[in-house]
Protein backbone atom coordinates (compact mmCIF):
# COMPACT_ATOMS: atom_id res chain seq x y z
CA UNK A 1 0.00 0.00 0.00
CA UNK A 2 1.34 3.26 -0.91
CA UNK A 3 1.19 6.61 1.50
CA UNK A 4 2.08 10.17 1.99
CA UNK A 5 2.61 11.98 4.76
CA UNK A 6 2.66 15.66 4.38
CA UNK A 7 4.61 17.12 7.92
CA UNK A 8 3.24 20.78 7.71
CA UNK A 9 -0.36 21.83 7.90
CA UNK A 10 0.44 25.25 7.61
CA UNK A 11 3.78 27.49 6.71
CA UNK A 12 3.59 31.06 6.73
CA UNK A 13 6.80 32.60 5.02
CA UNK A 14 7.02 36.48 4.51
CA UNK A 15 6.85 37.27 0.47
CA UNK A 16 10.16 37.01 -1.40
CA UNK A 17 11.43 34.48 0.96
CA UNK A 18 12.30 31.08 -0.08
CA UNK A 19 9.69 27.98 0.80
CA UNK A 20 10.08 24.26 1.37
CA UNK A 21 6.95 22.12 1.45
CA UNK A 22 7.86 18.31 3.08
CA UNK A 23 6.43 15.22 2.02
CA UNK A 24 7.37 11.69 2.54
CA UNK A 25 5.95 8.51 0.61
CA UNK A 26 5.73 4.99 1.50
CA UNK A 27 5.19 2.26 -1.43
CA UNK A 28 6.57 -0.73 -2.11
CA UNK A 29 7.16 -0.63 -5.41
CA UNK A 30 8.41 2.25 -8.34
CA UNK A 31 6.27 5.32 -7.68
CA UNK A 32 5.30 8.08 -9.46
CA UNK A 33 5.54 11.72 -7.79
CA UNK A 34 3.07 14.48 -8.02
CA UNK A 35 2.61 18.03 -6.42
CA UNK A 36 -0.81 19.49 -6.86
CA UNK A 37 -1.88 23.29 -6.18
CA UNK A 38 -5.05 24.61 -4.70
CA UNK A 39 -6.41 27.59 -5.35
CA UNK A 40 -9.28 29.15 -2.76
CA UNK A 41 -12.60 27.80 -4.81
CA UNK A 42 -11.10 25.94 -7.57
CA UNK A 43 -9.97 21.97 -7.91
CA UNK A 44 -6.15 20.87 -7.88
CA UNK A 45 -3.92 21.83 -10.61
CA UNK A 46 -0.84 19.95 -11.62
CA UNK A 47 2.36 22.13 -10.43
CA UNK A 48 5.05 19.43 -11.00
CA UNK A 49 5.48 15.22 -11.52
CA UNK A 50 8.37 12.66 -11.45
CA UNK A 51 8.24 9.95 -13.28
CA UNK A 52 11.81 8.94 -13.69
CA UNK A 53 14.72 10.06 -15.06
CA UNK A 54 16.44 13.28 -13.10
CA UNK A 55 15.74 13.26 -9.62
CA UNK A 56 15.48 17.13 -9.52
CA UNK A 57 11.64 18.57 -11.08
CA UNK A 58 11.11 21.79 -12.51
CA UNK A 59 7.30 22.68 -12.52
CA UNK A 60 5.48 25.79 -12.89
CA UNK A 61 5.32 29.18 -11.66
CA UNK A 62 8.88 28.38 -10.29
CA UNK A 63 8.72 25.71 -7.91
CA UNK A 64 11.52 22.65 -7.96
CA UNK A 65 10.99 19.25 -6.64
CA UNK A 66 13.57 17.12 -5.89
CA UNK A 67 13.44 13.09 -5.56
CA UNK A 68 15.61 11.44 -3.27
CA UNK A 69 14.93 7.91 -2.79
CA UNK A 70 17.11 6.58 0.24
CA UNK A 71 15.12 9.39 2.44
CA UNK A 72 11.52 8.49 0.66
CA UNK A 73 10.95 12.13 0.35
CA UNK A 74 9.58 14.18 -2.44
CA UNK A 75 10.28 18.39 -0.80
CA UNK A 76 8.67 21.16 -2.93
CA UNK A 77 10.97 24.48 -3.12
CA UNK A 78 10.46 27.72 -4.25
CA UNK A 79 13.71 30.41 -3.77
CA UNK A 80 11.14 33.64 -3.81
CA UNK A 81 7.39 33.22 -3.21
CA UNK A 82 4.73 36.09 -4.01
CA UNK A 83 1.65 36.07 -2.50
CA UNK A 84 0.13 34.62 -5.75
CA UNK A 85 1.13 31.49 -4.38
CA UNK A 86 -0.68 31.56 -0.91
CA UNK A 87 -2.36 28.34 -1.68
CA UNK A 88 -2.94 24.62 -0.31
CA UNK A 89 -0.48 22.56 -1.66
CA UNK A 90 -0.77 18.20 -2.04
CA UNK A 91 1.27 16.11 -2.34
CA UNK A 92 0.38 12.83 -4.06
CA UNK A 93 1.75 9.36 -4.53
CA UNK A 94 0.90 6.97 -7.76
CA UNK A 95 2.12 3.26 -8.07
CA UNK A 96 3.43 1.22 -10.66
CA UNK A 97 0.58 -1.17 -10.68
CA UNK A 98 -0.68 0.09 -13.88
CA UNK A 99 -3.87 2.00 -12.43
CA UNK A 100 -4.40 5.66 -11.90
CA UNK A 101 -5.11 5.36 -8.21
CA UNK A 102 -3.35 8.14 -6.42
CA UNK A 103 -3.41 9.04 -2.77
CA UNK A 104 -2.94 11.94 -1.84
CA UNK A 105 -1.32 13.91 1.50
CA UNK A 106 -3.63 15.74 3.66
CA UNK A 107 -2.01 19.27 2.10
CA UNK A 108 -0.11 21.98 3.33
CA UNK A 109 -1.01 25.64 3.69
CA UNK A 110 1.04 28.15 2.23
CA UNK A 111 0.30 31.44 3.38
CA UNK A 112 2.45 33.88 2.05
CA UNK A 113 3.17 37.19 4.09
CA UNK A 114 3.25 41.03 2.65
CA UNK B 1 -10.07 22.62 -24.26
CA UNK B 2 -12.80 22.54 -22.03
CA UNK B 3 -11.69 20.86 -18.63
CA UNK B 4 -13.72 18.78 -16.48
CA UNK B 5 -16.71 20.21 -15.99
CA UNK B 6 -19.04 19.91 -12.73
CA UNK B 7 -22.27 21.08 -12.00
CA UNK B 8 -23.58 22.29 -9.87
CA UNK B 9 -20.94 24.81 -8.20
CA UNK B 10 -23.13 25.27 -4.98
CA UNK B 11 -25.59 23.19 -3.52
CA UNK B 12 -27.94 23.73 -0.86
CA UNK B 13 -30.62 20.95 0.08
CA UNK B 14 -32.50 20.14 3.08
CA UNK B 15 -31.77 16.91 5.04
CA UNK B 16 -33.41 13.53 3.62
CA UNK B 17 -33.43 15.27 0.21
CA UNK B 18 -32.01 13.62 -2.91
CA UNK B 19 -28.49 14.94 -4.24
CA UNK B 20 -27.32 14.68 -7.88
CA UNK B 21 -24.04 15.83 -8.55
CA UNK B 22 -22.86 15.82 -12.51
CA UNK B 23 -19.33 15.54 -14.23
CA UNK B 24 -18.64 15.61 -17.95
CA UNK B 25 -14.53 13.94 -18.14
CA UNK B 26 -12.02 15.56 -20.78
CA UNK B 27 -12.83 14.02 -24.05
CA UNK B 28 -10.72 11.27 -24.45
CA UNK B 29 -9.94 10.46 -21.02
CA UNK B 30 -10.45 6.98 -19.79
CA UNK B 31 -10.42 7.05 -15.82
CA UNK B 32 -12.82 8.89 -13.45
CA UNK B 33 -12.67 9.95 -9.98
CA UNK B 34 -14.99 11.26 -7.13
CA UNK B 35 -13.76 12.45 -4.40
CA UNK B 36 -14.97 14.09 -1.42
CA UNK B 37 -13.03 17.02 0.39
CA UNK B 38 -13.78 18.11 3.90
CA UNK B 39 -11.60 19.91 6.76
CA UNK B 40 -11.30 17.50 8.75
CA UNK B 41 -11.06 14.74 6.69
CA UNK B 42 -8.89 16.30 3.80
CA UNK B 43 -9.10 15.08 0.24
CA UNK B 44 -11.07 11.30 0.16
CA UNK B 45 -11.21 9.13 -3.07
CA UNK B 46 -14.57 7.68 -3.15
CA UNK B 47 -14.88 5.54 -6.30
CA UNK B 48 -13.42 6.01 -9.97
CA UNK B 49 -14.13 4.37 -13.23
CA UNK B 50 -12.26 3.34 -15.80
CA UNK B 51 -13.96 3.25 -19.49
CA UNK B 52 -17.08 3.46 -17.54
CA UNK B 53 -16.62 0.91 -14.94
CA UNK B 54 -16.40 1.37 -11.39
CA UNK B 55 -12.81 -0.16 -10.22
CA UNK B 56 -12.86 0.73 -6.52
CA UNK B 57 -15.70 2.26 -5.01
CA UNK B 58 -13.97 1.06 -1.41
CA UNK B 59 -13.92 4.96 0.04
CA UNK B 60 -18.08 5.40 -0.61
CA UNK B 61 -18.94 5.86 2.93
CA UNK B 62 -22.08 4.16 2.78
CA UNK B 63 -25.20 2.99 0.75
CA UNK B 64 -26.59 5.96 0.72
CA UNK B 65 -23.79 6.79 -1.92
CA UNK B 66 -23.67 5.31 -5.43
CA UNK B 67 -22.01 6.29 -8.37
CA UNK B 68 -22.74 5.86 -12.04
CA UNK B 69 -21.21 6.38 -15.40
CA UNK B 70 -23.92 5.55 -18.39
CA UNK B 71 -21.21 6.84 -21.06
CA UNK B 72 -17.97 8.35 -21.57
CA UNK B 73 -18.75 11.99 -21.14
CA UNK B 74 -20.58 11.71 -18.20
CA UNK B 75 -20.96 10.41 -14.26
CA UNK B 76 -23.25 11.28 -11.64
CA UNK B 77 -22.83 10.76 -7.97
CA UNK B 78 -26.14 10.62 -5.82
CA UNK B 79 -26.62 10.95 -2.46
CA UNK B 80 -29.95 9.39 -0.83
CA UNK B 81 -31.18 10.44 1.42
CA UNK B 82 -28.81 13.27 2.51
CA UNK B 83 -27.59 14.05 5.75
CA UNK B 84 -25.71 17.26 7.33
CA UNK B 85 -22.45 15.26 7.93
CA UNK B 86 -22.25 15.24 3.71
CA UNK B 87 -21.62 18.63 3.47
CA UNK B 88 -18.29 18.70 1.58
CA UNK B 89 -16.98 20.11 -1.49
CA UNK B 90 -16.93 17.33 -3.77
CA UNK B 91 -14.75 16.89 -6.94
CA UNK B 92 -14.85 14.97 -10.36
CA UNK B 93 -11.14 14.73 -11.67
CA UNK B 94 -10.26 12.45 -14.95
CA UNK B 95 -7.07 11.26 -16.28
CA UNK B 96 -5.85 9.01 -19.84
CA UNK B 97 -5.41 6.05 -19.69
CA UNK B 98 -2.24 5.47 -21.65
CA UNK B 99 0.37 5.77 -19.36
CA UNK B 100 0.68 5.12 -15.66
CA UNK B 101 1.82 8.12 -13.61
CA UNK B 102 -0.64 10.57 -16.04
CA UNK B 103 -1.92 13.01 -14.09
CA UNK B 104 -5.17 13.77 -12.87
CA UNK B 105 -7.36 17.52 -13.94
CA UNK B 106 -9.47 18.49 -11.58
CA UNK B 107 -13.19 19.73 -11.96
CA UNK B 108 -14.03 23.18 -9.75
CA UNK B 109 -15.98 21.28 -7.65
CA UNK B 110 -19.49 21.04 -6.34
CA UNK B 111 -19.69 22.62 -2.40
CA UNK B 112 -22.98 20.58 -1.08
CA UNK B 113 -24.44 22.08 2.21
CA UNK B 114 -27.16 19.70 3.63
CA UNK B 115 -28.81 21.80 6.53
Known amino acids: AQSVTQLDSQVPVFEEAPVELRCNYS??????LFWYVQYPNQGLQLLLKYLSGSTLVKGINGFEAEFNKSQTSFHLRKPSVHISDTAEYFCAVSDSGGYQKVTFGTGTKLQVIP | DAGVIQSPRHEVTEMGQEVTLRCKPISGHDYLFWYRQTMMRGLELLIY????????DSGMPEDRFSAKMPNASFSTLKIQPSEPRDSAVYFC?????????????FGDGTRLSIL
Open chain 1, 27 to 32: SSVSVY
Open chain 2, 93 to 105: ASSPGAEVGQPQH
Open chain 2, 49 to 56: FNNNVPID
